[in-house]
């Protein structure tokens, strides 16, 4: 009686588990780790217009990998640029101000002058009008 | 704040006009001297390369206004971003 209780909540328990894995598996995809890797290693970076960039030499799979990122993100931007009432560019560079903010020092992304630099513990140089 | 947004569109206008001061006059006047032997005025390319801002029509007004939509959408697709 016990002993089949406690399967049935351990049953349950598990069940629960996987249900909430499924669920949140489509907003916790995570950085491919080739993606993740050319981040930390500086070869790609974050640019002002809300696209990737490539910092320092990259051989043809990081160039085609940056292309594919930056196809993906311009769908996204267009999609909710039109449900916003936005322009494709405007909502590429506000994307762009955040996830110039959210590098991590060691990332590279470009600042207001189009150079690159390196993030550090300090804020980064974004544009003036970035919120 | 606003420096970034004008410097360049300025400059370039101001070197236009420049451009066009001096050296527009001085080959009119030089084809008026030379009696119209040469016909041709000669534009020359600036050695540096023109840069056109095109994020330059972008508000900030803007920008605040999609920044939280823009937020969503960075958190919702962190493959890509």
Known sequence: MTRSKLFAKLGLA?????ALALMAAPATAQRDPAYAAARADGTVGE????????????????RDMVADINIRRRAVYAERAQAEGA??????FTAG???????????YYQA???????RTNAAPRRDPRCP | MTTGKLTGPLCHA???????????????????????LSGCITLEAP??????????????????????DAGNTIDDNADIF
């Open chain 1, 47 to 62: 640019k002002m217009d809300g696209y990737l960039g490539i910092v320092a030499e990259a051989g043809e799979q990081v």
């Open chain 1, 14 to 18: 598990a069940g629960g588990a996987v």
């Open chain 2, 14 to 36: 101001h070197k236009k006009r420049m451009t066009w001061g001096i050296t527009g006059r001085m080959i009119a006047m030089a084809a008026l001297v030379t009696g119209g």
């Open chain 2, 47 to 68: 050695d540096k390369p023109i840069i056109i801002e095109l994020n330059i029509n972008i508000t900030q007004e803007v920008i605040y206004r999609l920044a939280e």
């Open chain 1, 112 to 118: 207001p002058d189009g150079s690159w630099q390196q």
């Open chain 1, 87 to 92: 322009t494709l560019e405007e909502y590429a």
């Open chain 1, 97 to 107: 101000c955040l996830a110039i903010a959210r590098t991590v020092p060691g990332e």
